[in-house]
């Protein structure tokens, strides 16, 4: 090989030496570029990163802390995944949950939502079942169709149990406001029915006393015409007439006859003084008295509620009474005390009738303690659980089939002795009887204003 073709040959390669420098040098660079681009993006991945775990944090807080149930489903209504007022509500860890469906907690909600198009929906209350079993009434928001990969329905639903109590006793409440307009009522009547009444009572009294008055004068009357005949038949006057009197006194007895107009004008004048006492009774408890606190001899109270209740306890109790003949009077709101006193009896006899014993006892005792004067009301009726002794004052509790009480009763009773009257009522034990309540009433004490007034369906 000469000289100039070995120049050439390494002139050759310098070119390519060179060639190969200048690509390395641009694929150096290239790198570098790339590895500046790959150190932006992981810097954005990195921010993309935290902000994804920022916004996944906050709404796993705010999954946590909603006070409403969520509940995730799958296409086929199995659980994919509930928030934590869910798992607190129905009883259930999220990975229990999401081995069940939603109708397990809503039954019957898959099929409606079924039927649904997609977007939001709306069902008001329905009926919500925990894991043991119990249920609870709730409202029912969610929305229908696509979110992200595999959700298609989201459910919230609002624990509704205080609003449903709530309306339940706005309910209740009105029905007493009703029912207390209708007695009303019915009281405004009762005393004009009783006016009424009472005058023609009057009239048939003073007609019956006339009456045996009238009777009485005929009575003497005959007795001198019988003296009179008897003289007549010894004399041998008259014969004729005289034996036709006697026939006549054979067909009809008059002595007989007077005796028995005489009891039936007895018995007549006996009813009507019953009659009349029912009467004056009535328009007693008509015009119960104001708010204003009187004397009031607590004895005749009783003596009044039992004449009003004689009808609807003489199948079912003999009743007792032991009034203190010494009771000092009580400076107390009539009507009130008297309302409470006919409930407590309407509830013993009430008792004795569901015992289903035969016929009860109830008994009444007054007795005055020092500052205060004691009522006790005892009967041998089916008596108070000892489980729901603590319970019986409780508003709207009761132990009464639906449509025989209200569960209001005994509270507005206690309400009425206690904060109105500064007394007392409460059970008792009592030797010989299955249920005694006691009411104290204080001799002296200012009396308050009563939150509410008792009504005429004690239920306890």
């Excluded at 310098?14 to 681009?37: G, H, N, P, S, Y």
């Excluded at 919230?156 to 009303?184: G, P």
Aim: net charge negative; aromatic share 6%; glycine share 6%.
């Amino acid at each position: 090989m000469n000289d100039a073709t070995l120049l050439e040959e390494m002139q050759s390669l310098a070119r390519i030496v060179e060639r190969e420098k200048a690509r390395r040098k641009a694929v150096e660079e290239l790198l570098a570029q790339q590895a500046d681009e790959l150190e932006d993006k992981s810097a954005e991945l990195e921010t993309a990163s935290n902000m994804f775990k920022s916004v996944y944090t906050l709404l796993s807080e705010i999954m946590d802390v909603a006070p409403d149930m969520i509940i995730t489903c799958f296409e086929d209504f199995k659980i994919h995944g509930g928030n934590a007022a869910a798992q607190r509500h129905l009883g259930q860890n999220e990975r229990a949950l999401k081995k069940r469906t939603i109708d397990d907690f809503l039954p019957g909600l898959s099929a409606e939502l079924k039927r649904r198009r997609p977007g939001p929906f709306f069902i008001d209350n329905r009926r919500a079942c925990r894991h043991n079993g119990d249920s609870f009434p709730v409202d029912i928001r969610g929305y229908v169709g696509p979110i992200g990969e595999n959700i298609r329905y989201l459910v919230f639903f609002h624990d509704i149990t205080q609003r449903v109590s709530a309306e339940e006793k706005r309910k209740e409440i009105e029905n007493q406001v009703d029912e207390a307009r209708r007695l009303e009522a019915i009281g405004a009547l009762s005393a004009g029915i009783a006016h009424e009444i009472n005058t023609p009572i009057q009239f048939i009294g003073d007609n019956l006393d006339y009456l045996e008055e009238g009777l009485t004068g005929i009575w003497k009357s005959y007795k001198r015409y019988d003296a009179l005949r008897v003289a007549a038949a010894e004399a041998g006057c008259c014969p004729a007439e005289v034996a036709k009197v006697d026939e006549f006194n054979q067909q009809v007895s008059l002595t007989d006859l007077i005796a028995e107009i005489t009891a039936a004008l007895k018995e007549s004048r006996e009813g009507i003084k019953q009659v009349r006492d029912i009467v004056i009774l009535m328009k007693e408890f008509a015009h119960p008295g104001t708010d204003d606190k009187d004397e009031v001899d607590v004895n005749a109270i009783i003596t009044n509620v039992l004449a009003i209740c004689k009808n609807r306890r003489k199948h079912t109790a003999d009743v007792e009474t032991k009034l203190d003949p010494a009771l000092p009077r009580v400076r107390c709101r009539k009507g009130q005390v008297q309302q409470v006193i006919l409930n407590l009896v309407i509830n013993a006899i009430d008792a004795v009738d569901e015992a289903n014993k035969g016929r009860g006892s109830i008994e009444i005792e007054t007795r005055s303690d020092g500052d205060h004067i004691a009522i006790y009301l005892s009967d041998t009726g089916c008596g108070v659980p000892e489980a729901l002794k603590q319970k019986i004052f409780d508003p709207f509790f009761t132990t009464k089939p639906v449509g025989k009480g209200t569960g209001q009763g005994l509270a507005l009773a206690k309400d009425c002795i206690v904060k109105s009257h500064g007394g007392k009522l409460s059970l008792v034990d009592k030797a010989g009887f299955a249920t005694t309540f006691l009411i104290e009433l204080p001799l002296k004490s200012a009396l308050k204003d009563s939150i509410r007034e008792p009504n005429n369906d004690i239920a306890a």
